[in-house]
């Protein structure tokens, strides 16, 4: 249960940002015994890889800001980000000795195939929202919204490393602040396409 939770903590925050759960994980390998990469995965912690991955997050943290660029970006990451998902996903791997289970060594495609499918949902709720707030803000709203983001990526990452049963209710509150922003939209559009009242008499 604790690796499910941990791969889905990962490729949630992978759906939001690509390169900050590749990141974490990534150094915390290199740096430290809390991650453990299987041999499969090594490469994450190589120091050419954490320099490309802080390249690039610096890049997409930086487009993300822009108005519209963040719409071209959303398209960009449709790849990056499901892939990422997959890899951080299988990553976890290692954490099956905690729960003295073989099952996910045994199975090693679940893991990536969950971690890509999760991080897809993810992004396409982000991918569809973020125009929404645009439009509503006059491109105001979408700096911010990019914020949050990376925000609740860094945390969900954290969170699904070190506290792996909290995932279930960070990924709830993720799923609740899409969904209102989803109805916000279509209440909004009903609004706009509704004929006008009729004038009273004179």
């Given amino acids: 249960m604790l690796v ?17 759960p ?19 995965l ?27 660029v963040d719409t071209f970006n959303d398209v960009v990451q449709t790849v990056m980000r499901p892939a990422t998902g997959g890899i951080v996903a299988a ?13 996910v060594s045994e199975n090693p495609w679940v893991p990536i195939v969950a971690g890509v499918l999760v991080a897809a949902l993810v992004h396409s709720g982000k991918a569809a929202v973020r125009p929404v707030v645009n439009a509503a803000t006059g491109g105001a709203g ?17 969170v699904a490393i070190f506290l ?19 109805r916000r939209r279509r209440r909004r559009r009903v609004g706009a396409s509704a004929p006008p009242a009729p004038a009273g008499p004179a």
Avoid: C, Q
């Fill in 4 to 20: 499910a939770l941990t791969g889905i903590g990962l490729s949630a925050a992978a759906g939001l940002n690509a390169y900050i």
């Fill in 22 to 40: 590749f990141l974490l994980v990534a150094l915390l390998a290199r740096l430290t015994d809390v991650v453990t990469l299987p041999s499969a």
């Fill in 42 to 68: 090594v490469w994450m912690e190589s120091w050419w890889a954490i320099g490309l991955g802080a390249v690039l997050l610096l890049t997409d943290v930086v487009l993300d800001k822009v108005p519209l």
């Fill in 91 to 103: 990553a976890t791997t290692a954490a099956e000795s905690v729960e003295g289970s073989t099952w």
């Fill in 142 to 158: 979408g700096p911010v919204a990019s914020v949050v983001e990376d925000v609740v990526s860094v945390g969900l990452s954290l």
């Fill in 164 to 182: 792996p049963v909290l995932v279930v209710v960070v990924l709830g509150l993720l799923v609740w602040a899409f969904v209102a922003l989803w």
